[in-house]
T-cell receptor, first 115, second 111 residues
Framework: EAGVAQSPRYKIIEKRQSVAFWCNPI?????LYWYQQILGQGPKLLIQ????????DSQLPKDRFSAERLKGVDSTLKIQPAKLEDSAVYLC?????????????FGNGTRLTVT | QQQVKQSPQSLIVQKGGISIINCAYE??????FPWYQQFPGKGPALLIA?????SEKKEGRFTISFNKSAKQFSLHIMDSQPGDSATYFC??????????FGPGTRLSVLP
């Protein structure tokens, strides 16, 4: 099966600019996650979708981050305006369903550098 | 309560040796404990996982040991190979709180 696709692979922007990341999950996967991975740290959940509804966005900085999953398939994550501390790898993951029986499948991420 | 602690931060092992990475958690509501392996430029990939009703799980050269009373679990890599060089993340999960990842251990296996 095709894996989780993410684009772009790399993005460099200046602070206060905006940026968007795209994710296409594995076909048939109902649950989609966006994680932020700062260098030297483990992934931190930003938002979780079940189909096209938000399940958990408690750690999403909503004043600057937004995400949507239209039609319950692909998803975009936007940052506006970006701050220096947003420099990180943004990972998208998908799973068949919620629950431990549905392991996470990660994409290769988008590395964001904010200067 | 949400934190998963992981040690060591980095580990260097000779080829053929045993690599051991330890994790600890506080929240007793966690009920699933996976380990992920991440190579540079790639996303994490599930390596092996365990539920708390089992004290040990082995898959090939990889073994998870789980101590429920101590709220600790560890990954053992037997006969470590240079191809095992990667960053390893432990994680803990429950349905309500999702996956919480440890900070990672960078493993280097010397040839």
């Amino acid at each position: 099966e095709a894996g989780v696709a993410q684009s772009p692979r790399y993005k460099i922007i200046e602070k206060r600019q905006s940026v968007a990341f795209w994710c296409n999950p594995i076909s048939g996967h109902a649950t989609l996650y966006w994680y932020q991975q700062i260098l030297g740290q483990g992934p931190k959940l930003l938002i979780q979708f079940q189909n096209n509804g938000v399940v958990d966005d408690s750690q999403l900085p909503k004043d600057r981050f937004s995400a949507e999953r239209l039609k319950g398939v692909d998803s975009t994550l936007k940052i506006q305006p970006a701050k220096l501390e947003d420099s990180a790898v943004y990972l998208c993951a998908s799973s068949l369903a919620r629950g431990f029986n549905s392991p996470l499948h990660f994409g290769n991420g988008t590395r964001l550098t904010v200067t | 309560q949400q934190q998963v602690k992981q040690s060591p931060q980095s580990l260097i092992v000779q080829k053929g040796g045993i690599s051991i990475i330890n994790c600890a958690y506080e929240n007793t509501a966690f009920d699933y404990f996976p380990w992920y392996q991440q190579f540079p430029g790639k996303g994490p990939a599930l390596l092996i996982a365990i539920r708390p009703d089992v004290s040990e799980k082995k898959e090939g050269r990889f073994t998870i040991s789980f101590n429920k009373s101590a709220k600790q679990f560890s990954l053992h890599i037997m006969d470590s190979q240079p191809g095992d060089s990667a960053t390893y993340f432990c994680a803990a999960y429950n349905y309500g709180q999702n996956f919480v990842f440890g900070p990672g251990t960078r493993l280097s296996v010397l040839p």
